[in-house]
């Protein structure tokens, strides 16, 4: 007998936070004027699909998003779309863009995809984008505007001139904290066709941005950085209700600036810690970031997972659902004008670090 996942049922399990380890993506419901306009779409990001050799790819990759894939199938009414957050595969090479696009080939209905670092650098997205179409874009849906952009580019010299091969270039830019990495950006030229697109959409026309980078500066030792983020939040400033979804971090983040609602998606893969707990440099984590409460940042399951996000007249209401830890709401309260995390916890009351011998 084949299952699958009553959307109302899911809904309100997903608030009474009993469906925790569901399911491996996020779903976004929407619902900005009127109750026929609202609409869901599921969001998958950060699968990093890695080969080894002939037709062996890492087992654990695979595994993350072949679950977000079938079970994103299992829903019913099915998601209005599906958005993939970037970063398919790990060295962003065609036996790892084929394999990840042939699993993500089983999804039914309309996919959009988002840009990220790995699978740019090899050889600037050229491959990515036979498979999957521009590098940014944007589309309407239901009375909101939607805009993808491609946020991990960087300065010419660094990209041009600097590494003697492509497969060099694209092993520094996939390093965490590798001082031979460069800041992320989105680029004038990008920056440009955003003000043009802008500028043929009503202020009070509700606006989702995806990118793959924070489109706000956190942690630039990890390039958890755009280096062009203001720029980017000015133009999108003028407008009553914008939202930006990105993925990158693999790790809970909510933060609040101007206008402008943030919030990061959990990976398929694997967790990244929180960049505070190195000392190596200045760090900017925003003063509203929320952070999960988990035991320990490398379980191979802990920190991923999937996000349920509501969002009403343009403000969200994000419910997080781990894997192997407690689940957590954070919500924008209208007093305050501020995210605020249902579940918060002093880091002193939070679970320690496991230690590892």
């Given at each position: 007998m084949s299952q699958t996942f009553d959307r109302r049922t899911f809904l309100r399990n997903a608030a009474l936070?009993?469906?925790?380890?569901?399911?491996?993506?996020?779903?976004?419901?929407?619902?900005?004027?009127?109750?026929?306009?609202?609409?869901?779409?599921?969001?998958?990001?950060?699968?990093?699909?890695?080969?080894?050799?002939?037709?062996?790819?890492?087992?654990?990759?695979?595994?993350?998003?072949?679950?977000?894939?079938?079970?994103?199938?299992?829903?019913?009414?099915?998601?209005?779309?599906?958005?993939?957050?970037?970063?398919?595969?790990?060295?962003?090479?065609?036996?790892?863009?084929?394999?990840?696009?042939?699993?993500?080939?089983?999804?039914?209905?309309?996919?959009?995809?988002?840009?990220?670092?790995?699978?740019?650098?090899?050889?600037?997205?050229?491959?990515?984008?036979?498979?999957?179409?521009?590098?940014?874009?944007?589309?309407?849906?239901?009375?909101?505007?939607?805009?993808?952009?491609?946020?991990?580019?960087?300065?010419?010299?660094?990209?041009?001139n600097r590494w003697p091969s492509p497969e060099q270039r694209m092993l520094e830019m996939a390093g965490l904290d590798n001082p031979n990495g460069s800041p992320f950006m989105v680029g004038d030229k990008q920056r440009e066709w955003l003000r043009k697109d802008l500028a043929k959409v009503k202020k009070s026309t509700p606006i989702v941005v995806f990118s793959h980078s924070p489109l706000q500066k956190i942690y630039k030792g990890w390039n958890f950085w755009t280096e062009d983020a203001e720029q980017v939040q000015a133009l999108l400033a003028p407008f009553d209700k914008v939202t930006v979804f990105y993925g990158h971090v693999h790790q809970i983040q909510y933060n609040q600036i101007g206008n402008i609602s943030f919030t990061s998606a959990m990976a398929t893969a694997w967790p990244w810690p929180y960049p505070q707990s190195y000392a190596q440099a200045e760090q900017l984590l925003p003063k509203l970031t929320v952070q999960m409460n988990r035991a320990d940042p490398f379980f191979e399951r802990d920190a991923t997972g999937w996000q349920l996000i509501d969002i009403h007249s343009g403000r969200s209401r994000v419910n997080f659902n781990l894997y192997n830890n407690k689940g957590r709401t954070v919500a924008f309260d209208e007093k305050t004008g501020t995210p605020v995390d249902s579940a918060y916890q002093a880091p002193e009351s939070r679970t320690p670090p496991q230690a590892h011998f």
């Open positions: 936070g009993v469906s925790a380890s569901t399911l491996p993506f996020t779903l976004v419901e929407l619902a900005f004027a009127k109750p026929e306009d609202t609409f869901t779409f599921a969001y998958i990001s950060d699968s990093h699909i890695q080969h080894i050799k002939g037709t062996q790819f890492v087992r654990n990759w695979d595994r993350g998003l072949i679950r977000a894939v079938a079970e994103t199938n299992l829903l019913t009414p099915k998601p209005d779309f599906v958005m993939f957050g970037g970063d398919l595969a790990q060295l962003g090479n065609k036996p790892e863009l084929d394999h990840g696009a042939e699993m993500l080939s089983k999804l039914k209905g309309k996919v959009y995809h988002v840009m990220g670092e790995h699978d740019y650098y090899l050889d600037l997205g050229e491959y990515w984008s036979k498979l999957f179409g521009p590098q940014y874009y944007s589309f309407n849906h239901k009375g909101v505007h939607f805009i993808v952009l491609n946020s991990i580019l960087t300065y010419d010299d660094w990209t041009f």
